[in-house]
Nanobody, 126 residues
């Protein structure tokens, strides 16, 4: 049974940092892309960053580039998202998801990911 479990969300002030983790079980990271998505209240789910665990290729959306860093720990089957310089537009529920294979043209399409975690809440407020 495939499971993705996010952790690390919380309340942080603007300019602060958080580190999210996604613990993956039931699949071997090597054959998947793991993506981080977020969904703010009343908005559609949007991509943030993703990583190909096999060759460590990383992708970032414009809003995340330069502030967020994605990484993977193959030994522990986890993918982390280090978020720095958090802004008021960053809050939402952050989800990790798994895509079988590397569909580079669909990295930011939630529908391309077959497995999802339950999400972790990120709040940015002073």
């Amino acid at each position: 049974q495939v499971q993705l479990v996010e952790s690390g969300g919380g309340l942080v002030q603007p300019g602060g940092s958080l580190r999210l983790s996604c613990a993956v079980s039931g699949l071997t990271l090597d054959y998947y892309v793991i993506g981080w998505f977020r969904q703010a209240s009343g908005k559609e789910r949007e991509g943030v960053s993703c990583i190909s665990a096999h060759n460590n290729l990383k992708w970032y959306t414009t809003s995340a580039k330069g502030r967020f860093t994605i990484s993977r720990d193959k030994a522990n089957n986890t993918v982390s998202l280090e978020m720095n310089s958090l802004k008021p537009e960053d809050p939402g529920v952050y989800y990790c998801a798994a895509m079988r294979g590397v569909l580079t043209l669909r990295l930011w399409e939630p529908g391309a990911y077959g497995w999802w975690g339950q999400g972790t809440q990120v709040t940015v407020s002073s």
